[in-house]
């Protein structure tokens, strides 16, 4: 990038933040925390509240005028989601669910897997992820962990990093575009690998889709799934699962609900599935909230994703920079960061954890607290990804087996799990930037003095 096209960047974003995320700068905040959720920017609740306040808008389950708004607007929303990841209308759906999580759980109850086939996870994955093992456990499938280099990348050549199918279906990859743990990017060749050998694939693309193009006309995983306030912070409450007309097709929901079937006979014990994403979403639609869904993607579409992920790698590279040059005074490191080091293949989170002169783990509590008493929003912790935590903080795999078994339902914390394994290395901080991101956040979280209190 041109410096001049740099300099008039910068000054797109500084604009954006004074105007729709002033916010932050009224309260002194550094928001370090967009992996968790984005922020909404201003003009996005004004204007969905001026929709809401001048418009009528009934149950689109129902009939007439009010409900028939509803249902066009949740249309127009599949369309304009469908645009945005570049998808055809007639290969994808889009099946609207209260977050990525459910869109995942949708996934993989209905997921044909059976004796023999194979559902292969990459060992970094979000626990709303790792939790469809317990349907492939169920249905006899063979369950296999992809496991991960010091980088905390899918260990493995291209092409080789996915086992060998036994059976013809039901073998299903599934991992994330964008690690919520590492801010590692996954390739998209992973997707080519699985269809190769026969896998189908669901990529997690929550953590991915804030600050990166997500083209399905490129990659064409079967099934794919988001949460709308990672995106644009607002609404909560509503996700998608955008998936291939076919593969849909080929899932057996266990149950069917009201809005999901085109009939049910009581006595006759007959029901009929739709045929089309309403088969997907049980009871009535967020529809209110599915109604600012398109003004965020326009949100995100007026400044440019390109440019939105430009500005959070320049942001990721001074917060990186920041914390691995943070020494002690007997010149040792401060931060110890998991994953990679640079910016190649990778997006805008960094975990780390403050270690003392001789390299020792702080407990990440110590720096969660006083971030928090800085005013500074960070995440402490496993992130919902144990995975890429046992990895990263080398936690041995029988000595935690036998720290886990040994707790009884409901007295597990970190805290006794680190007490039993004799070490501080159980959990750790993840900083994340995004669109409102600038650079007095990311500077004042690495290098704020008054970080020291961790060390003290
Ligand atoms: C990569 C990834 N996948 C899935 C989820 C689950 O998203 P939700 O809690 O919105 O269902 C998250 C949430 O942090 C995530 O980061």
New binding site residues.
Partial sequence: MGLGLARETTRTFEELRSREFKRLDEAGHAYLDY???GLYPESLITEHADFLRTTLLGNPHSEGSASAHSTRIIEDARRRVLEFFDADDEKYAVCFT???????KLVGEAYRFEKGSRLALVAD?????NGIREYARARGAVIDYLPLTDELRAMGEPGEILPEVEVSSGNLLAY?????FSGVQHPTSLIDEAHDKGYEVLL?????VPTNRLSLHEASPEFV?I?F??MFGYPTGV?ALIGQREALSRLNRPWFAGGTVEYVSVQNRLHQMQSSAEAFEDGTPNFLSISAVPRGLDFLDHIGIEKIHDHVERSTRILLDGLRNLEHENGAPKVLIYGPLDMKDRGGAVAFNFIDQEGHVIPYKLGDKRASDINISLRGGC???PGAAEAALHIDADQSYECLESFSPGEFSLDRFAACLDSEAVGALRVSVGVASNDEDVNRSPEDPTFDGVFS
């Fill in positions: 992996t968790g959720s209260a977050n990525a999580s459910a869109a995942l994955n979000h626990n709303s992820v994330p575009a964008q690690s919520n997690d693309a929550a953590a991915f799934c949460s306030y990672k996700g992130f919902c990804n």
